[in-house]
């Protein structure tokens, strides 16, 4: 089994490609927005709200996300791999599920995030409706926070190279 991880921007369109991945045979896809809308319905309505709970959904699904793995179903885990803290709770995961990992990252303009987001939120479809001074800050946030403008992409990707070279990715 694999588990399927995303790294980019907000509206890069890590969503998008977990939802074709886990369209391959035996293959689910497990959303981060989709189960905090359901679990904690009124209750993001800031960052540390948003910390608080997604630290509490990491809690309880990460046994859970092995488990599947170790069944032998691939998940495409549609959760950010933005940060050393989110890369080492799913390699958490990969360890106690036995799997194998890929790990994809998307590189778009800032631009294109923002013009991505103006349509998410003006379709109506997706769990959460992001303002543009939150979108800004999800653009502009680097490690430990999400990733960055397209300029400050280049500097973190070589940090990831060297990390993965030194085997300190996680």
């Not at 990460?62 to 080492?88: C, E, K, M, W, Y």
């Not at 360890?95 to 991505?116: F, I, M, P």
């Not at 946030?141 to 397209?150: Q, W």
Request: proline share 3%; charged share 20%.
């Amino acid at each position: 089994s694999v588990l399927h991880l995303f790294c980019g921007k907000i509206a890069a369109g890590k969503s998008t490609l977990a939802e074709q991945f886990a369209q391959l045979p035996n293959s689910i896809l497990i959303s981060q927005d989709h189960w905090l809308a359901r679990l904690f319905p009124g209750e993001i309505k800031t960052m540390s709200d948003f910390a608080r709970c997604s630290g509490r959904l990491h809690a309880a699904m990460g046994t859970h996300i092995a488990s599947v793995l170790r069944l032998g179903i691939s998940v495409s885990l549609d959760f950010p791999a933005n940060t050393r803290s989110q890369r080492q709770w799913m390699r958490g995961i990969i360890e106690d599920g036995n799997a194998e990992h890929q790990l994809h990252y998307l590189e778009v303009s800032d631009e294109t995030c923002k013009a991505r987001l103006h349509l998410r939120n003006a379709a109506g479809r997706h769990d959460y409706v992001v303002t543009d001074a939150e979108g800004t800050h999800h653009l502009k946030v680097n490690e430990p926070g999400p990733l960055v403008s397209a300029s400050e992409v280049g500097a973190l990707l070589s940090v990831i190279a060297e990390e993965v070279q030194a085997g300190d990715l996680w």
